[in-house]
């Protein structure tokens, strides 16, 4: 072991075919966010999301002791950056899906893996997973006491069920194809109405359709026009009592450990989308003259105004991979560099992109151009996922409020 | 005269009258923006503007001595700041229509200005007139010598006519209300097929609905979604000679004029775009708790946020004012304000704007909140209008190359 | 009144009269910061600060009710500008002073400002007076009740006199030419060792030379190189009862009156250096080749980075003096306004001015080009004064938690 | 081979061993800087200097096949980034003898690797090399054709000698010890007076102390206040004819690629000033009340400048080392990543700095905090080594135009 970053051959195998696929499939369902609402885009993005379960990418995506194929975050950043630069909506899709499993596969027991999991292992059909974490009126404070609200959400038990009575928000994919729920969703409730937050919330796994779902909206959201973000509510939901994920009153530490995770991965996200940005609008500088003499390339303004966007762009890559390999390898600085790869590509590539579009100009306010839409699905990611206002730097801060911080320790550890 | 920030009994009048114009008539506008296509979109506005023009703000946006109630730039600043908080959309349509009557108030005869005034100076109707510069391919290089294109529409002499052709592109609500024309359009073409461009190309009104317009799209644009911005040929249009504005061969220099008193404006545009995110937030901000204890005003890095953003509301407007003052008052650095207006308040209220939408978190992201639309509405500012990278920084770079360009200019002149 | 920006002629009399005395006086004070030790850099300033004080310039800082000729704010930021463009460590010396005669200016009797200001409003001499509020382990946090110590320095009544103890740190010029006090040094002291801090904190005018004035250190400052910032305490100092300002535990409330005051100037001091680094980047980049064949003006990437420091400077020029505007006249927005434009105008100088070093190159990295030494004192801007992030946010932060806060006061108030 | 950021047993030793001699031997350096003039300052290093080099560190810097013990750049950032965060100047220094080498290591005949670098190999002494490159004037252009001045430094014929003439600047210790040069000097300068640029420059090392070489001063520089940056011309300075370095007229390409190995280590070098200023502020933070009853940490505000700032640090980090890495294997995106590298990293470490002097107020404009300091060092950063603006943006500009950009190459390849 080495600071290293050449891919191994089965890695670059994994972004060529990716890459190849992303062309050749998903291009297609760029298609659906054109369509009047937002129940039709992400219905039309059925058929693509069929096509990557059938060539095995949500297998991928799981784990391979869990009987999936996932060796490690690298690897899933190496995929993540292919799909999500040529189709956000679909790639959020399969990605929400595996963030709905990960408090299984975090938190479950093996019987629980080997029950739940079981759809998501098949190359065929469309199976959705759904954390829900989000509630109506915001959950940046899901881990205040009283007299804040925390998680509203409540389950308690009926016999050997659970039943679950609340209202959700932002959760992709909860309600499924059908309004009546995904296949899965991981549930953040409060279990215990009177203990301490640390203790009081756990995540039940509700098995979709289910009829306690009531579908209430759709959001019509800025960006990932066809990806599903549906509000809706819980009423007298069941789940089996068997369905409790991780220990009673350990949810928000699992939530913890999932969003830890995904955060890694949207720092590459942003990489997918400034990438794109970048592609579409070097091509234009390269070819384009408005009006003039010589490609407008040939312009220092136009040349600097790319080399910051490209600078920026390798930057985030590498934060984002030394992420992931942190929380391979299990590094104590893991969750510090997580939370880092997630506000820097996020925020990142936000302004990158403003940038891009001011290098194309005026073609650039034109939905026929991939710009406006690669900005309003980038302005997502500092605030999904935990918003690197309320939630993201409030962990860095207090990682750094810690008396053991050891600000070198993401530096250097010997192999 | 003085320094002074102190509005006199008038503006304050037309600021107050507006403001309550805006939100009583203005806002309804905004249900248009959820039509399905653009063109259905800006024809639902057409009761509003409607409502403009009969309560006399066309009006009181043409100079007095061309028959209309505007003073200068800097009521228009009032006026424009109050209207376009409210609706981007309306109120650049309005804009718009003065845009393409600045050649005939900055060059026109008096008979001209007599005649084709007219009907923008009634309190009745929906009049459009619309400045038509851009052409596909773009047009930031409109005085570029051959072997660039430049100016690509002609017109040539038969008889006593213009006879034009070419095509046009950006060019709000030119082609009018159905498809065949505005009621005017100041039309940049080359005149001159030999000369070079500072002698080749004029501008010459055409009173539409005219035949040989046609219509090829409107533009699925990013922001402004209620506003016609379409894409149209000019097959062989006539035009009377005495339709020529300004002198034969002056055409880009006239350009310039009208671009240099928009430049002022938009920097109030950024404004108010600014202004409505702002009140937006900071009423989110004081009300919304997220599962907290308190409301999120209380946390500091929110305060901060909303601290940056009104310092940088504030900086705009006082420049902008200042630009507009310059203008009105034809100060040597006028040109050097405006351009300067023009880069910092469009550049500025896409960073306010992404900033305060870290603000609100992930409520921002859905449409039913004003942040996102507000936020595709700015993205214009830097681009249209001469976009700021490929036109008003190349303004600002060739003033300073003057031999006799004094830095100071700006900063003091007696009454 | 209406909105104006043009000077008045005594304005512009000033301006022009400042200008010239800045480039035939104060451009050589520059030669003081090459010396060794902060007092012999600021000792050698003496002869220049008597030429300021001989001018008459220290009389135009004094309000003419109080004696002296000043007229305003707006007028203040002209001078302002003037001079610390060309000199901030001397500008900075007579700014200083007429900050720490401001409690007495805003708080004094008639008796006291007859007494107090007699020295400051001859034209001879070189009388230095100190406003002593920072004190070691600094006072960001000079309003907290206990446990948080507030502030340390204390008085206490012995018979008719104050006998002031503590230690006092970062208070231009406050142990004068000699290390035994400037003339007058106004003290903010706790009066009352158990009132709250709103009611037990006072100001006292100690006048200089005092014996229980103890010199421990001249800073050696980043910047400023030839203005005093001392650490002194001050042990036993006496002051007549009647010494002091305003009322009794009114310390705090004069203190952030001052400070509200000086806060729209320090908008214009940013603009002075920002200014002056743009008169040197501008004349460089229009003078020299670096090898090449035309003036490095002439790149585009040079061009556009000038574009946007320029703009800069505008916009905070015009924020300072709306800022002190609304101050002049006792606008409800004026707190709100001075603040914005202390934080603007000081963060904007050291990003531009850094920018400009960019464009200058490496000769901007020797102290025999002017940058260097500019971007030095630029600095100090965001930090002294009341420190942007400790405490000149917390104010705009305290202004939006107020109920009736309004966002609009600053743009708009009839005549 | 696969993506990893673990240090080899050995790297993390190197890390440990520079950690510490840096912290025992480095720090006591620091004192130098107090001193009155530049050569005074440089001159006190010389005992520490020496202990490096003794050490085995300048040996470490050599490549292996050369008779050093360097295995790579990663290695030499992992060493740079511990000596530079304690001491930049006497780093530089070291730093600078290896740039001075580097036209020999990638230039050199064996015959001639023997001959010069032997004094570098040992453990003993003060060796110094210096790179001869810009020159009064600026050299951002060399390679401009006529009538652009270009490369102004001459070099001639006579008989087996080259006799060379001109003036230097910026070039780290070339004058060496005692102002009669270092002990090698590879001189830029023009062989051929009539060919193009890309044949005109050769490189030839001069083996000092010389009799033609005349110190003119030591520049007093910004930062890096005890390192000796001279100007001095050359006067008939003699050198073998044997001592031209690679082909001849293979200068500027020579120069380049040097060039673009030093870029990459100076991305390490901002992030250990960044470094070190961020331990300097987190620090402060922790313990500082600042009359407060906590630590300034716990406000809010305090805590997301730190988190803004450690994401920057990681950033630039791992793109230094992803650049290193490229330079070592050779990968075709090496120069690229080594331009972002440089841009990144250096105009990085300027900004944080700036915003950690703001997290710790007004003690930081005190040189007995460190921030000041290391912010002046920081300085350098983006205008030395090619300037970002004048010559590395322009180098990324350049690839871009290249048919053949490939602007996947960085982010994978496979083993």
């Known amino acids: 072991m080495a600071i290293d970053f050449t891919l191994t051959a ?26 009047a609402t937002p129940e039709e885009r992400f219905l039309a993005t059925r058929p693509i999301y069929e096509a990557m379960v059938g060539a095995g990418y ?50 479950g027991s093996p019987e629980q893996c080997g029950r739940l999991l079981a759809p998501f292992l098949m190359k065929h059909g469309t199976p959705l997973a759904a954390f829900c974490f989000s509630e109506p009126g915001g959950s ?16 308690r038990l009926a016999g050997d069920d659970w039943v679950i009575n609340g209202r959700k928000k932002w959760t992709s994919s909860a309600t499924g194809w059908n309004r009546r729920g995904a296949d899965i969703l991981s549930v953040v409730c ?20 289910s009829s306690g779902i009531v579908f209430e909206r759709a959001i019509n959201s800025i960006g990932h026009r066809a990806h599903l973000v549906p509000q809706f509510s819980l009423q007298n ?25 995904t955060a890694a991965l949207v720092g590459i996200l942003g990489v997918a989308l400034m990438r794109a940005a ?48 942190a929380l391979d390898t299990q590094s104590p600085a893991a969750e510090e560099l997580a939370v880092q790869a997630k506000i820097y590509g996020s925020e990142t590539a936000v302004r990158v ?33 935990g918003g690197n206002m309320g939630i993201r730097r409030r962990q860095l ?19």
Not at 146 to 154: A, H, N
Request: hydrophobic fraction near 45%; proline fraction near 6%.
């Open 140 to 155: 940046a404070n899901a881990d205040s006491p009283p007299p804040g609200d925390g998680v509203r959400t409540t389950a």
């Open 353 to 385: 992109i403003t940038d891009l579009l001011r290098v194309v100009g005026i073609e650039s306010y034109d939905h026929d151009a991939p710009l406006g839409r690669l900005l309003q699905d980038a302005l997502a990611l500092p605030i999904f996922d």
């Open 10 to 35: 089965q890695q670059r195998e994994l972004q060529l075919a990716a890459r190849k696929f992303a062309r050749e499939v998903l291009t297609s369902a760029g298609a659906a966010e054109l369509l």
């Open 58 to 107: 949500l297998r991928k995506c799981i784990p391979a002791p869990a009987g999936g194929e996932n060796t490690g975050l690298v690897d899933m950043a190496i995929l993540a950056e292919e799909f999500y630069s040529i189709n956000p909506s679909v790639t959020l899709t399969m990605l929400g899906t595996v963030l709905g499993l990960l408090p299984i596969l975090f938190g």
């Open 278 to 325: 970048f592609e579409f609008a070097l091509h234009f500088a390269r070819t384009e003259k408005r009006g003039g003499v010589h490609p407008i390339i040939q312009h220092q303004a136009v040349g600097y105004a790319l080399a910051d966007a490209k600078t920026a762009i390798e930057a985030a890559r590498y934060l984002s991979w030394r992420a992931c390999h």
């Open 397 to 415: 801060h207090a990682i750094f409020m810690r008396p053991d911080y050891d600000h070198l320790a993401a530096s250097g550890a010997a192999a």
């Open 190 to 209: 409060r279990t215990d109405p009177n203990a301490t937050p640390d203790r009081a919330i756990s995540i039940i796994a509700v098995e979709g359709p």
């Open 237 to 261: 939901v069941v789940a089996p009592r068997s369905n409790l994920l991780g220990h009673e009153g350990g949810g928000l530490a699992l939530t913890a450990t999932a969003f830890t995770a």
